[in-house]
């Protein structure tokens, strides 16, 4: 490796094949280290032997976006957030499956 004295430092970005960063490619680079976090951390879940619609779930359960009747309503979907069964508190996935009194007794 020659050293040459006469150029100047410049920064160099190894995102892009250009070695220039911009927003665009800064974005892009973004992206594509987040699916591949998401594929590691939740790929295992479509890979499961088990039926379509359990997969479907499980993926809904890991990602907090069950219908309940929180997220529902926090998407302009619900009237409101108080739980179908019990009527006592607010009816997140949390609650369908370990708080709700009358779900318990399903499970
Ligand atoms: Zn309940």
């Known amino acids: 490796m020659t050293l040459h004295h006469s150029l ?3 920064w160099v970005w190894n995102g892009a094949l250009s070695r220039r960063y911009t927003a665009c490619v800064g974005y892009e680079w973004l992206l594509a280290q987040e699916d591949g976090f ?5 790929g295992w879940i479509w890979r499961l032997r088990i039926l379509e619609n359990l997969k479907f779930f499980l993926w809904q359960l ?3 976006c069950i219908p309940s009747a929180q997220f529902l309503f926090s998407h302009h979907m619900g009237l409101d957030t108080l739980c179908q069964c019990c009527h006592k508190t607010i009816e997140d996935a949390f609650h369908i499956f370990f708080g709700c009194d009358v779900a318990v007794t399903l499970w």
């Not at 998401?38 to 939740?42: F, G, M, Q, R, Y």
């Open 8 to 10: 100047l430092d410049v």
């Open 38 to 42: 998401h594929d590691l951390v939740w």
């Open 62 to 64: 890991a990602h907090e």
